[in-house]
């Protein structure tokens, strides 16, 4: 005891004025002191709650606790305790003042072993014994990870209770588990440790100064929300929390929840029963408030798949490899994106959806909620009745720089307390939701104040309608756990990030189900849909309305051999020869090999070879792409010499003169002997510019009709080319574009998302007349 005593800082118990301690003493232990939530919100939300409360009869103590050891923790803590701020109103002589006296009322602990616990217990109570102090209440904030609350919760119930007469609160941050199990057997664990009422479990979005001012605000304005707040007047509500940042440095954890977890299942559910609960007789009574929430959760009808959007920005694979050291293979379907319609079994909100929406990595951050009516007039006049009609809970961020509750002038003037929101009348002429701001009323906290310090008021309080009661979380993950089950084999629609979404990530509701608004141009299909014979390591789905095939660029690529030789026996079936033209380029290196060394019974005495382009060099040049057909392929298989088919883009002693007419002469060929011009089978590559072939962005020569080989310029040496046509490409039986690596990653997601506009990217110009399209990327191309 002596030593850890020499460990730690000097402990001041204060009267910080005449009246403190007349109501008792309240010792605060702050678990997770060190940590990040500490250092931005809880030091200074406990700060504040001392200047509140100075002159109202308790005194305090404030503990710091942590695992780290007591110098290094001490330093930290106090480096954060250095940062504590006074609200604007007061003087910088009393901030400095307030800020000394709650310095000294403050020390540092290390918890870690249970003697840690008897010891603070010790000198808790021997303090209040000799500064004759009554104790009011032990309060415990543990903001350490989930998995420490069953220990810390044992140790605080054996050693840190106070004496009958006192309370004890204890304050848990989420994750409250992860599904409706897993919270089942952590609530069951802490039951054995804490009577209900002692627990306090915090949903930060409930301190929110508008998400508080939901239900007050709901009561004060019942004559104006009485006859609309129902089914016959709201159109929709949409609760909405956008955020720009992504999961970088936080994968450990939002691997195992993803988004739904995250802020949908806690944050946006409690806002959803703020606004459709109903209203208790006595607003200010916690139990009434309680229990009318949970009946609202009660009532939400049960969630199938079809009720969700899910996406993931592009980047979190990779953020995952190598933040959780996973291998390349490692492939996670954790959505950082979700968009969810939810209904209400009762008479109030029957058939009105309920619109949950969030994601990181978005185009802006923001957080509200949109209550729009529905237009009931028919206005043959400018009528200010056709103007949207709403209430937004603004609850930060976005456009609208402070957190406001706006009204559309349309509907009434809401009444809110003068004390503490004022309303705003000098606009700019910017628009807010759909409508120019000054055709809303807006109103703004007079004094804003961070959600820790508000709920750490309440805390104090004993404020329980702020916090998760046991009954109400598990509701609400009864509500959400069928759905996450039902997404677990889902693979997310991804999406670049940022401005860059553009609307890829928008939906429509139609019915009770969601579905994205832009045509899907990756589409995956999930493993029940995949055929017995695909490996579990390929996916089978659309891109760009054609089919994809998607894996590990090794696996791709036999695939694509293997389709290859059963493209080639059909066509031998049928008509006794197999037309096949090959790209140049790097990606088809590893297919030529393949083809080489695996395809024993491959019918090459009856297939044709031909190039789909070739560089004006001579075919026994490095830089040909014939010269790496007869490398890679042609020295190791028996094709007959007749059957191979180079450009002639070497006559005369020259390359690829126009006057030799090399092109006229390999179209002829073609014309000759390819059946009405239309290869059995094409193989195509993409450039990182969007060219495929040798037809470059801006050739316009390439995208003529009536050609079917071109000479075209590249904007990279060798600068002339010999290549098909696009008329002649979409002339194919069968079109396969193999993209391989992430190098390719840009130009895959951007042809994902435009539509044909081949001047620009000329494979978006490939869409075989009749013919079939079939996509091989690889996971690096198209997921990076
Ligand atoms: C937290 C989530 O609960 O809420 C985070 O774990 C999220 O992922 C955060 O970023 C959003 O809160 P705020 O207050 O920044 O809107």
Redesign the pocket.
């Known amino acids: 005891m002596q030593a850890k005593l020499l460990g730690v800082i000097v402990f001041f118990t204060i009267f910080s004025s005449l009246v403190a301690g007349s109501q008792g003493h309240i010792s605060v232990v702050l678990l997770g002191a060190t940590g990040d939530l500490a250092k931005k919100y809880l030091l200074q939300g406990f700060f504040q709650l001392y200047v509140d409360q100075i002159d109202n009869g308790h005194s305090f103590s404030f503990h710091g606790a942590a695992l780290t050891p007591p110098e290094q923790g001490q330093t930290l803590m106090f480096e954060a305790l250095k940062r504590l701020s006074c609200s604007p109103d007061v003087f910088p002589d009393r901030c400095a003042l307030l800020k000394d006296q709650f310095l000294k009322l403050t020390r540092y602990w290390q918890l870690k072993t249970a003697e840690d616990y008897v010891s603070l217990n010790q000198d808790i109570e021997s303090s209040l014994r000799e500064k004759g102090l009554q104790e009011a209440g032990r309060l415990f904030y543990l903001s350490v990870p989930p998995f420490a609350y069953v220990d810390i919760a044992h140790h605080i119930n054996s050693s840190c209770r106070p004496k009958p007469g006192a309370w004890l609160r204890v304050v848990l941050e989420?994750p409250f588990g992860h599904d409706h199990e897993s919270a089942q057997q952590l609530a069951k664990e802490l039951h054995t440790f804490f009577l209900e009422e002692e627990m306090y479990r915090v949903d930060?979005?409930l301190g929110?100064q508008v998400v508080a001012e939901i239900l007050p605000f709901r009561q004060q304005n019942r004559q104006f929300l009485d006859p609309i707040w129902n089914r016959h007047n709201v159109e929709r509500v949409e609760i909405v929390?956008k955020?720009t940042?992504d999961?970088k440095g936080?994968t450990s954890?939002?691997e195992q929840y993803g988004v739904v977890r995250?802020?949908i299942q806690?944050?946006l559910t409690e806002i959803l029963t703020c606004i459709a609960m109903e209203i208790p007789k006595n607003g200010s009574n916690s139990e009434e408030v309680l229990k009318n929430k949970l009946a609202l959760v009660k009532l939400l009808q049960p969630l199938e798949k079809a009720n969700a959007v899910i996406g993931q920005y592009q980047g979190y694979n990779d953020q995952v490899r190598e933040e959780l050291q996973k291998d390349e293979h490692h492939f996670s379907t954790t959505p950082t994106f979700a968009g969810v319609v939810v209904f209400i079994d009762s008479l109030r909100w029957e058939g009105v959806p309920f619109v949950l929406t969030s994601g990181?990595a978005l185009d802006e951050?923001v957080?509200y909620v949109r209550v729009l009516f529905k237009h009931q007039a028919f206005c043959v006049s400018r009528s200010s009745k056709c103007k949207p009609q709403q209430i937004i809970f603004h609850?930060?961020?976005g456009e609208l720089q402070f957190p406001a509750v706006v009204v559309s002038q349309n509907l009434f003037k809401p009444i809110l307390p003068e004390e503490s929101w004022q309303e705003v009348t000098d606009f700019s002429s910017q628009h807010l939701y759909g409508q120019p701001l000054s055709e809303y009323y807006v109103y703004r906290p007079l004094k804003e104040q961070d959600?820790y310090t508000t709920l750490i008021t309440n805390i104090y309080q004993g404020k329980k309608d702020a916090f998760i009661t046991t009954q109400n979380l598990m509701a609400s993950w009864h509500f959400w756990t069928p759905l996450l089950e039902s997404l677990a084999q889902e693979v997310p629609r991804f999406y670049p990030g940022g401005t860059e979404n553009r609307n890829l990530l928008d939906f429509v509701i139609s019915g009770r189900e969601v579905s994205f608004a832009l045509e899907q141009h990756v589409e995956f299909m999930t493993s029940d849909q995949h055929s017995q014979a695909d490996s579990y390591k390929t996916v089978r789905s659309i891109f760009r309305g054609s089919q994809l095939v998607t894996a590990w660029s090794e696996t791709l690529v036999s695939m694509l051999a293997q389709d290859i030789e059963v493209a080639a026996e059909e066509a031998v079936k049928h008509s006794g020869v197999f037309h096949l033209a090959l790209s140049g380029g790097s990606s088809p290196t590893a297919l030529l090999q393949r083809l080489a060394t695996h395809h024993y019974t491959f019918p090459w005495k009856h297939t044709h070879l031909w190039m789909v382009d070739e560089r004006c060099v001579p075919l026994t040049n490095h830089e040909s792409n014939f010269d790496s057909l007869y490398d890679k392929l042609l020295q190791h298989v028996r094709v007959p010499y007749l059957h191979i088919h180079p450009m002639p883009v070497h006559m005369n002693q020259r390359l690829c003169a126009e006057e030799d007419h090399g092109a006229e002469f390999y179209a002829k060929e073609i014309s000759l002997l390819v059946k009405n011009t239309s290869f059995h089978m094409i193989l195509l590559g993409v450039g990182t510019d969007g060219h495929t072939a040798s037809i470059f962005p801006h050739t316009p020569e390439a995208m003529e009709r009536d050609q079917l080989v071109v000479l075209t310029e590249s904007p990279v040496k060798p600068h002339w080319r010999m290549s098909f046509s696009l008329h002649l490409i979409n002339k194919a039986q069968k079109v396969a574009v193999l993209v391989l690596g992430k190098r390719k990653n840009d130009i895959v997601t951007l042809i994902s998302r435009v539509e044909q506009e081949p001047q620009n990217w000329p494979i978006t110009g490939v869409n075989p007349n009749t013919g079939q399209l079939v996509w091989y990327i690889d996971y690096e191309a198209l997921f990076r």
């Open positions: 989420k930060h979005y929110k929390l955020e940042l999961a936080r954890f939002y995250d802020v806690n944050h990181k951050r957080s609850i930060g961020h959600a």
